[in-house]
Nanobody
Framework: QVHLVESGGGLVQAGGSLRLSCAAS????????MGWYRQAPGKQRDLVAT???????NVADSVKGRFTISRDNAKNTVYLQMNSLKPEDTAVYYC????????????WGQGTQVTVSS
């Protein structure tokens, strides 16, 4: 079993920065990728960025150049540095751990609110 705990959300003005953290505990494997998704009210949950154990990243076009994902494998922690925040970045941000084996297993954190005021 995997447990994910997020921190770092909050209220910030447009143009500001926030850093999200997500610590994973439990059975963590080297094949696991970690990442962030977000869901705004009335919208679907969308990918923000993911990172593999080896450091390969996948970043959504909407945040490319503003958000940076990083990972500390020793601490089983993933970070999302968010700069130049816009009101449209307002959403609940969810940490994800994905394990691909014979099936795909997704684990989710409880979510952290990010609100960007204009």
């Amino acid at each position: 079993q995997v447990h994910l705990v997020e921190s770092g959300g909050g209220l910030v003005q447009a143009g500001g920065s926030l850093r999200l953290s997500c610590a994973a505990s439990g059975s963590i494997f080297s094949i696991d990728s970690m990442g962030w998704y977000r869901q705004a009210p009335g919208k679907q949950r969308d990918l923000v960025a993911t990172i593999s154990t080896g450091g390969r990243t996948n970043v959504a076009d909407s945040v490319k150049g503003r958000f940076t994902i990083s990972r500390d494998n020793a601490k089983n922690t993933v970070y999302l540095q968010m700069n130049s925040l816009k009101p449209e970045d307002t959403a609940v941000y969810y940490c994800n751990l994905r394990r691909v084996g014979f099936s795909i297993y997704d684990y989710w954190g409880q979510g952290t609110q990010v609100t960007v005021s204009s």
